[in-house]
């Protein structure tokens, strides 16, 4: 990366994000978003463990929805951005990602815990089952879409994070750059 680009990715940090993918952190970020200039290129810096994926794709969407206006939006991983975060910077084309040094990502599938009790008639039993087997299918379908949406354009196929994913997949910062998941690291 050239000092040029360096700085002006640097110069142009406008929202800091750290913390779990939650309520609270979409909150900050829909705040700063409000505080930050209105014109010119604008970076999102994130650090995070992780958290609620849907949050990640809500704010994604707002990503993606000011991108659309023609604002140039650019994502800076700082540390960690796992899980969740990754979610979130898979809203950003590859040209737009960016980590810092030493930083890495995890990539894996999405998590669910939760007791299934039936009670009641066998055929409401089955209605019970089914809605959490729908639910545990829709949840795949969007997992399956943001993992298309990371690797896309670099040399990690799809077929290749779906057989990782299930073993928490870390990838370090000068990974990323080699497999083309970012565009540089600062």
Known sequence: MSDEDRSRVLSATQIRLIGAVDEAMYSSFRSQLAASPTEGALVIAITTLGGNPEVARAMGD???????????????????????????????????????????????????????????????????????????KHSIEIEEAGFRALVEGSDITFKELQEKAPRNWYVGAEEALERGLIAGII
């Open 62 to 136: 707002d990503v993606r929805l000011l991108s659309e206006t023609g604002r140039q939006m650019m994502m800076v991983g700082k540390s960690a951005v796992y899980s969740a975060g990754a979610t979130f910077m898979a809203s950003f084309p590859i040209k737009d990602r960016y980590l810092t040094a030493n930083s890495s990502l995890l990539l894996h599938e999405r998590q669910m815990s939760k007791t299934v009790t039936l009670n009641g008639p066998l055929r409401s039993c089955t209605a019970q089952l089914n809605a959490t087997l729908n639910e545990i």
